[in-house]
């Protein structure tokens, strides 16, 4: 027997007309590429939307089509998501800090068929632009004002293009099930992949991350995603901040210290949410000029494992609580979360920053196991890890043109490519990247955990660890280290230093200095590049 309630599809559109209706004139406050602020709301946000719906639609674009987007977090980047998928294509997000190879690759692999830029990267599109027959047009994200003299085809600006548009248009009605955003992974092996959002995971990975042991957004927040809407779907900041009705602070190109700080304190911003290296740049300057923080509550670290100096400086110095996020753009992208479960009260001090290191426990709609290389579940205690592995609704289950092929397990999981340990209380903790993690006599060794301990030491600026191929063990751990200017940290101090840190069979067998350790674009180590260089090193047995 069928329930018998209504068939409500779950739309990303009804996002915006929720927030419209009831948050309607809640603030969308924006740095645009022009440099000024601008000024706009839920409910005009809506108008301007269904605009661009009705505009893409008269340029001929279709149900499934794909629109690029090359664009830092703007009003108007925000205003083309819901319009685009309003008629149900496909927003794709476009990373402009990739190479430019990969950008032109991305592009023509998704099909993309018009593309809205900035005036930040009009420069490097003109330079693309013979690489990208399948694009029919170029709009400009600016007004006329602002408009440059451009060799783009079909250039035109936004507003221009949107005063075309009469208001006189209806989103269209949809399927759950249809495609709404898409985003390629970054592509550390292989080419990138795409991942392709639904409207349906859009809309329930918005609703989890909503939940209060997660983001616990409500209308009196106001929300600042530092965190660009090109990476990893903007950790869904663009469907649950407007789903709960929160002020939205949109920071355009502009992401150092000072300029987070000035909108961090003249818009009030309550929740801010982004990678490690941006809140580096503004801790730096807190400590700099002794500026303070008079509205921030939390802020969301993610992408990477956020450094226990910066959740102390936030906590302590500050008081704005760290919530340590994990995910990926295979999850929508968020996975976990690291708030505070019943089982935890009476953790404090040294415990309770132990804790907030971990990367949290899963939302409703997430679930996790970890596993051996033969699939077989490992036991949740804190301490053994394995790959981790997800399923859920707003999980891919198969990439673009299905490139990889499959890529569930015979549960229907997810491998992330992280190992983890999950603790009792259900708290995971990721200890490595699969591939980077060092295979040792059937057991593994962490590398992330050898060089965090390494960079406690006095002299290294810089530590590095890859497995080495080993007759015995089949791999065993080399330490790569860049030392401080005049310091030379030899192997007897380093190990004396690690021992009793760490398991014995973990020392490394060897360490290397070096100049300089390669770095990928967005500031991890290489180590790819890393392994090339001590391709054929062999440890002197
Ligand atoms: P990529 O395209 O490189 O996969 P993602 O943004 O999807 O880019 O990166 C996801 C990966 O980032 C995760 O699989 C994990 O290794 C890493 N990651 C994300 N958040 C954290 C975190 N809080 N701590 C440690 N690693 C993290």
Redesign the pocket.
């Known amino acids: 027997m069928l329930g018998l309630m209504q068939d409500w599809s779950l739309l990303i559109h009804r996002i915006i007309d929720h927030a419209a209706i009831q948050h309607g004139s809640r603030e969308i406050v924006s740095r645009g590429t022009e440099g000024m602020i601008r000024r706009s709301d839920y409910a005009r946000t809506r108008r301007r939307a269904l605009g661009i719906a009705q505009q893409l639609a008269r340029d001929g674009i279709r149900l499934g089509d794909r629109v690029g987007t090359l664009a830092w977090n703007t009003d108007r980047h925000l205003e083309l998501w819901y319009g685009i998928t309003g008629i149900g294509a496909i927003y794709h997000t476009l990373n402009p800090r990739l190479f430019e190879d990969q950008i032109a690759w991305i592009v023509n692999h998704a099909g993309d068929r018009l593309i809205f830029l900035d005036l930040t990267f009009v420069g490097l599109v003109e330079r693309l632009q013979e690489r990208l027959p399948a694009v029919e047009r170029f709009i400009i994200m600016t007004d006329p004002a602002h408009m440059p003299e451009t060799s783009l085809r079909g250039a035109i600006d936004m507003e221009s293009w949107l005063a075309m548009a009469d208001g006189d248009m209806a989103w269209v009605d949809l399927p759950e099930q249809t495609a709404a955003g898409l985003c390629?992974?970054?592509?550390?092996t292989g080419n990138?992949k795409g991942v392709l959002y639904s409207h349906r995971s859009n809309v329930l990975h918005a609703m989890a991350v909503c939940t209060p042991d997660f983001l616990g957004l409500s209308s009196r927040d106001a929300v600042m995603p530092v965190v660009p809407l090109f990476?990893?779907n903007g950790w869904s900041l663009a469907f649950s901040a407007p789903m709960t009705g929160a002020k939205l602070v949109l920071p355009g190109p502009k992401l150092d210290g000072p300029s987070l700080h000035g909108l961090l304190e003249s818009e009030q911003v309550s929740l801010t949410a982004a990678v490690p290296t941006v809140w580096l740049g503004l801790l730096q300057h807190l400590d700099a000029t002794g500026g303070g923080l008079s509205s921030l509550k939390r802020v969301v670290?993610?992408?990477?494992?956020?450094p226990r100096a910066m959740t102390e400086a936030f906590e302590t110095r500050y008081g704005v609580t760290v919530a340590?996020?994990?995910?990926?753009?295979?999850?929508s992208?968020l996975g976990s979360f690291c708030s505070l479960k019943p089982a935890t009260d009476g953790l404090a001090g040294e415990a309770l920053l132990d804790l907030k290191m971990k990367?949290g426990h899963p939302p409703f709609t997430v679930e996790m196991k970890i596993t051996d290389d033969e699939g077989r579940r490992l036991p949740w205690d804190g301490r053994t890890f394995g790959r981790l592995k997800v399923r859920g609704p707003a999980v891919a289950g198969h990439y673009m043109n299905d490139d990889g092929g499959d890529i569930l397990d015979g549960e229907g999981f997810f491998d992330?490519?992280?190992v983890a340990t999950i603790d009792a209380n259900g708290y995971m903790a990721?200890t490595d990247?699969a591939k980077d993690v060092i295979k040792s006599g059937g057991e593994w060794i962490s590398s992330i955990e050898l060089e965090n301990l390494a960079m406690g030491h006095p002299d290294v600026a810089e530590a590095a660890v890859i497995g080495i191929a080993h007759p015995k063990w089949d791999e065993r751990p080399l330490l790569v280290i860049v030392p401080k200017p005049g310091r030379a940290p030899d192997h007897d101090d380093l190990m004396a230093f690690m021992t009793g840190r760490i398991a014995k069979w973990w020392l490394p067998d060897a360490v290397e200095l070096v100049d300089a350790i390669p770095h990928t674009a967005?500031g991890t180590i290489k180590k790819t590049a890393l392994r090339e260089m001590f391709r054929d090193y062999r440890f002197r047995v």
């Open positions: 390629y992974t970054s592509g550390t990138p990476h990893a670290i993610g992408g990477s494992a956020c340590h996020a994990w995910g990926m753009t295979e999850m992208p990367q992330t490519g992280d990721i990247r967005t």
